[in-house]
Each structure stands twice: as structure tokens, then as C-alpha cells.
């Protein structure tokens, strides 16, 4: 590890750092006469660099050697995230499809039969929805779980939920086999520890103001935890320019994949904010080097509780798996199909 101590700090900071290289069990010495770069060598663990960052005298950490923190590529294969019918990561794309709310029970039904019919192999719907006023529609809560663990089990699907608060996860976990982290909970340390907890596989999306490095601690708390079954979801960052609703951040998705061996997938709806862009956003995200794609479909977009105009129809859904399937094959991967596709949809 290589640190680069900050000039002129106090001795007694300085000595702090000395003092936790060798609690550590490095080998230090100072590559400098003016004593500001500091090699450090032995065993690195995840939480080193955290630990020598917080320290006052440090500057920074110019060079982590090997206390590689959780998420990083290192020398590591792709993670590989399992959920249902639906495999992330190691050359394998996924599609998550459903509408943004859960709602009336036989739209869901419908929609579930129909995304499966085109290729989805999890279903998403929200019961608990992150809202920006108090005032719109907030999600059927509770009762919502119980709508989608019925559709589960009558079309064979498994569903992504999101999750809010800690005091729901378990709540959450009993029907999701994949739990949702939204954009706004990323920076929600108690969520991000309590999901991890229940071992389920996590949907982490990126805030809209959250830089990647804060996006991947994220992720680092969850695998803190034991749990290494992640996805990382690009969903847009905030911009400028009112004509989409977020920026999809290509080059973010491009840098994941080399950063870390996480799955990453993109998400276009929330990104485009428009119907008409999805599948473009869509396959720029997939060309960018995405594992899979969530997308919010609904067969009625004008009576949808929520994100209405961001909503592809169950067609529109049909073309974006066929982008998916051709872009995955481009790159030598493979786009998973739902086991027994439903006849009746
Ligand atoms: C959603 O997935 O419906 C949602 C609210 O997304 P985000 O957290 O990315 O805004
Ligand atoms: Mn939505």
C-alpha cells in the first residue's frame, strides 16, 4: 500500500498512522526525505484503506496493493447473480420487466404472463414506492407483497420488490427473490446492512446525485455482510437538460465492469423518462457492456399509478429482447430465457 501523508500535519497525527501500520502488522518505510510517501507492506485486507483514509495525516491512499476492498475486480471471474430464472454476470444478460407499481392484482397477473411470454425472467413491481411528493401514490404496501407472491406463484416467476425501511425487510425478503435498493435509499447505511443480512440477492440502483465511488461503498456494505449476490443498476444521473428525465451514464457502466466483478444492468425507463427512448437507451446501455436490463412495461400506460410515460407496451418489451439478444451474442454472451415460456399471454 502507498500512502501519501499530508505536509506539514501534526506529529501526533502523524504518529496515529505509523501506529495503525504497525496494530496492522505492515512493514512501513518512507520512500522521501520529506517523509510524505509512505509504502507500507504485508497483508491487505478490504477494510484497510477505509481505515488509514480516515486518519487525518493521510492525504491519500495512492496505491491499495492487495487490501483490495470487497468489490473490486482484482484478479476475480465475474460475480455471478442467480435469481429465479434470472442469471447476471459471467457472460450471462437478464431481463427484469413489470410495471413500476404493484396494482390491481389481474394487471399483474397480466403483465407477469406477458413479460414472461416476451423474455423477462423476474418480474418487477413496487409495493413500497419511493415517491418525490407525500401526496402521490405511495404504494399498496404490505398488501402489495401479497399480490406479488400470488402472481409469483401462479406464473412462475420471480419478483424484484423494492424495500424502503429496515423495519420491512423481513416483510420484503419473505416474497422478493430479489430485493430492490432504490436510488434514494443507496446512501442508507441501516437498509444497505439489513438487506445484506437476509442473503437475498440485491437490485442496488445508483443514486441520481451518487458518484460511482459512492455507488461501489454502497455495494461494499452489502458484501460487508457475507452477501455477494449484487447487481448494480445504472439508472441515470440528474442533468442538465429537461428533454430526458436522467442521464444514463454509459461510461459509468463501461468503468463497473472493469472495476468490478459485480454484474451491472442498466435501466432505461427511469433514465429516458419516455416511452419512445427506452429501447434506444436500452441498447446503448447493453453496448456499453450492461449483464441485463430492468424496464418498466404496462399495457395501459395511462392509467399506471406511477411513471405512466416512462412505460413500453408488452411489443415494445418484445423488441428490446430481441436488441438484448442480438447485442449479448455481438459480445460472445448469452441472454437467459424464462424456463417454460407461458402459451396463454
Ligand atoms: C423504480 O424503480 O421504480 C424507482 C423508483 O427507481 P429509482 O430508485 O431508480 O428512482
Ligand atoms: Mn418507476
Known amino acids: 500500500m502507498l500512502l501519501r501523508l499530508r505536509k506539514g500535519s501534526a506529529e501526533r497525527q502523524r504518529h496515529a498512522v505509523l501506529a495503525l501500520a504497525d496494530e496492522l502488522g505492515y512493514r512501513r518505510r518512507f520512500l522521501d526525505h ?69 396494482e ?28 418525490t411528493s407525500p401526496y402521490s401514490f405511495q404504494g399498496l404496501g404490505r398488501p402489495g407483497l401479497e399480490r406479488l407472491a400470488r402472481v409469483r406463484a401462479e406464473v412462475g416467476l420471480g419478483v424484484v420488490t423494492e424495500v424502503l425501511e429496515t423495519r420491512e425487510v423481513e416483510h420484503v425478503a419473505e416474497v422478493a427473490d430479489m430485493i430492490q435498493i432504490g436510488a434514494r435509499s443507496m446512501a442508507s447505511t441501516p437498509l444497505l446492512l439489513e438487506v445484506g443480512r437476509t442473503g437475498k440477492p440485491v437490485l442496488l440502483k445508483r443514486g441520481f446525485g451518487a458518484t460511482v465511488r459512492e455507488l461501489l461503498m454502497a455495494a461494499e456494505f ?35 465492469k472493469r472495476a468490478t466483478h459485480l ?23 447493453l453496448a456499453a457492456g450492461a449483464d441485463g436490463l430492468i424496464v418498466e412495461v404496462h399495457p395501459h400506460p395511462e392509467e399506471a399509478h406511477s411513471d405512466g410515460a416512462q412505460a413500453i ?11 438484448a439478444r442480438a447485442l449479448a451474442a455481438l459480445d460472445g454472451k448469452h441472454l437467459v430465457r424464462p424456463e417454460r415460456i407461458s402459451l396463454t399471454a
Open 263 to 285: 454484474p451491472v444492468i442498466v435501466d432505461p425507463s427511469h433514465a429516458a423518462g419516455r416511452a419512445d427512448l427506452v429501447r434506444s437507451v436500452a441498447r446503448a446501455g
Open 104 to 131: 390491481d392484482v389481474d394487471r399483474l397477473l397480466e403483465i407477469a404472463r406477458a413479460v414472461k411470454a416476451r423474455g423477462a425472467t423476474l418480474l418487477r413491481g413496487g409495493a413500497f414506492k419511493p415517491r
Open 313 to 323: 407496451s408488452v411489443a415494445e418489451l418484445g423488441h428490446v429482447v430481441e436488441d
Open 34 to 102: 520529506a517523509e510524505t510517501l509512505l509504502e507500507l507492506v504485508g497483508r491487505g485486507a478490504p477494510e484497510h484503506r477505509s481505515r488509514f483514509e480516515d486518519l487525518a495525516a493521510v492525504a491519500e491512499v495512492l496505491d491499495a496493493g492487495d487490501a483490495r476492498e470487497r468489490h473490486e475486480r482484482g484478479d476475480r471471474d465475474d460475480t455471478v447473480v442467480t435469481a429465479g430464472d434470472a442469471r447476471f454476470g459471467g457472460g450471462d444478460l437478464s431481463i427484469i420487466a413489470g410495471p413500476c407499481a404493484v
Open 222 to 256: 452489502v458484501l460487508s455482510t457475507g452477501n455477494e449476490q449484487i447487481v448494480l443498476c445504472e439508472r441515470g444521473v440528474r442533468g442538465f437538460d429537461r428533454v430526458t428525465r436522467n442521464l444514463l451514464d454509459v461510461g459509468a457502466v463501461a468503468h463497473l
